[in-house]
């Protein structure tokens, strides 16, 4: 059974930083993509970025390019997102997923298994 649970959210101060992790477990083949969706309110859930399992390649949102880092701790069985120079912008409720197959998807429809989330809030 495929668990993904997130954490590492919090409140920070614009220009700050935070590292989320998403713990997972339930599966063994290396090539599925692990993404991090975020959904603010009122807003519809949008692609932030995607490593595959392996750590062989990743992908990132134009807004996250240059100030988040996706990265994956095999070892651990976690993907981390690390957030640097956070913007009130970038406050949502953060979600890892877990993609459908082993193509590399940035829409919510590619992904067939997701965490609770964890909130990310950035003041101004």
């Known amino acids: 059974q495929v668990q993904l649970v997130e954490s590492g959210g919090g409140f920070v101060q614009a220009g700050g930083s935070l590292r989320l992790s998403c713990a997972a477990s339930?599966?063994?083949?290396?090539?599925?993509?692990l993404a991090w969706f975020r959904q603010a309110p009122g807003k519809e859930r949008e692609f932030v970025a995607a490593?595959?399992?392996?750590?062989?390649?990743?992908y990132y949102a134009d807004s996250a390019k240059g100030r988040f880092t996706i990265s994956s701790d095999n070892a651990k069985n976690t993907v981390y997102l690390q957030m640097n120079r956070l913007k009130p912008e970038d406050t949502a409720v953060y979600h890892c997923?877990?993609?459908?197959?082993?193509?590399?998807?940035?829409?919510?429809?590619?992904?067939?298994?997701w965490g609770q989330g964890t909130q990310v809030t950035v003041a101004s």
């Open positions: 997923a877990r993609s459908r197959s082993v193509s590399l998807y940035t829409s919510e429809s590619g992904y067939s298994h």
């Open positions: 490593i595959r399992w392996s750590g062989a390649d990743s």
């Open positions: 339930g599966w063994t083949f290396s090539s599925y993509y």
